[in-house]
């Protein structure tokens, strides 16, 4: 079997269809089941999200005696994926809620604190209340920092009020931008949907909530009395050139205006007005309806840290890790997962799935005195929804290649029911068995 087709069965498998038919492959994924390895290492793993928790379950069935610590403050653990859909009043908030600790291996150690400062030159964290961790390893998985003060005029408590939403600030945000949405789509008025200029988690997101608000007001035979803007950060819609045509041509067939190179900086409530930085200067947009998204960036204690790239993402923090090994470029005891990781593609939870084996495979390698062999190709998954019960899977990996998990199945650009039933059925069953490191 080729690289290319155990990959593609791989992904099938994760995906939680075989043969067309859904059926999760919880096994599927998981560590080979071989001699486990004897060692003392102190091993740290700053954060405990989905990369986290998935790489303390797959460590703990391949190391005799490692000291696995894992250190969050977060006594919840949120399904991200599924904002999208208690946004889209689809599921209630409850539905990405579960406890940080409810993914955790019993033979790895939880601290359950925020870091305050990481110092790879003395192999050590240093947590909130003053507490220091030696390490031999450090695995930064911290995710990243929605700065919500990068947009001026904005707080938390104005989400589901006057229009205004914010899908990505949590589930009982997402719960109240759904309701927000709601009223507006039996109103009707002008939406106005933005996203950040800096790297952000599933990019796909803001042109999901677009094409939902325009479903919504369909369905209730309303979209005559909606207007839709789409502000795009740049002269694209999406990072893949492909599927930006496809949904620019979307957007074109239903009704979506959208104007490029604007960049969301100030919101006023008052006189429902959104100010965008633009290279013809500050322009104001009105809306009645916006999903407010703020800039992303890595955590302050990871800013703050030497652990960043020096020559780009200067304003972001992202961590300096190898694009394919997802090693730090510095530090070779130090690694990067899921969001805070500095690459060029991956801010996904498909994409932590592929990237979590990698750090695997070079972390206890090295432990043993090796060299490890696995590579991530940057491969990252995106079920973009674009009507209630359709949606295109989009696979690609750092390339811009579309890398399809079915080929001659599901095609990648089309609008597919099946694609939006592994969104809304299977994804979530194999997303927790990939926390429990066995997808």
Known sequence: MS?????????????GLAGGAAALMATSGAPVQAARIKTGARIVILGAGAGGAALANRLVTRLDGAQITLIDGRPEHW??????????GLKPAGY??????DWLPKEATLIAEYAAEIDPEGNRVVTASGQAVPYDFLVVATGLTLDWAGIQGFSLDMVGQNGIGAVYAGPDYAAKTWAAMDRFTEEGGQALFTRPA????????????????????????????????YAANNKALFGVPIVSEKVRMLFADRDVAVVHDHVMKAIDP????????????DKDLPY????VIPPQRAPEVVRNSPLPWADKWQDQGWVEADMKTLRHARYANVFALGDVAGVPKGKTAASVKWQVPVVEDHLIAQIEGKDGTAAYDGYT?????TRVGRAML??????????PSFPGIIAPLEELWISWLMKEVALKATYNAMLRGKA
């Not at 690289?3 to 995906?15: D, K, V, Y």
């Not at 008052?270 to 200067?281: N, Q, S, V, W, Y």
């Not at 998954?381 to 929804?385: A, D, E, G, T």
């Not at 989009?394 to 890398?403: A, C, I, Q, R, S």
């Open 3 to 15: 690289e290319s087709t155990q990959l593609r069965a791989s992904r099938r498998a994760f995906l």
């Open 79 to 88: 399904y991200q994926p599924g904002f999208t859909l208690i946004a889209a």
């Open 96 to 101: 990405s809620v579960s406890g940080t600790t």
């Open 198 to 229: 800096t790297e952000m988690k599933c990019a796909g997101a803001p042109l999901k909530y677009t094409f939902l608000t325009d479903d919504f007001a369909r369905k209730k035979g309303n979209r005559g009395k909606v207007e839709i803007t």
């Open 270 to 281: 008052g006189r429902k007005l959104a100010t965008f930085t633009t290279p013809d200067g």
């Open 288 to 291: 009645d309806f916006i999903n």
């Open 381 to 385: 998954s995106c079920p973009l929804i």
């Open 394 to 403: 989009v696979e690609f990996d750092y390339n811009n290649n579309l890398v």
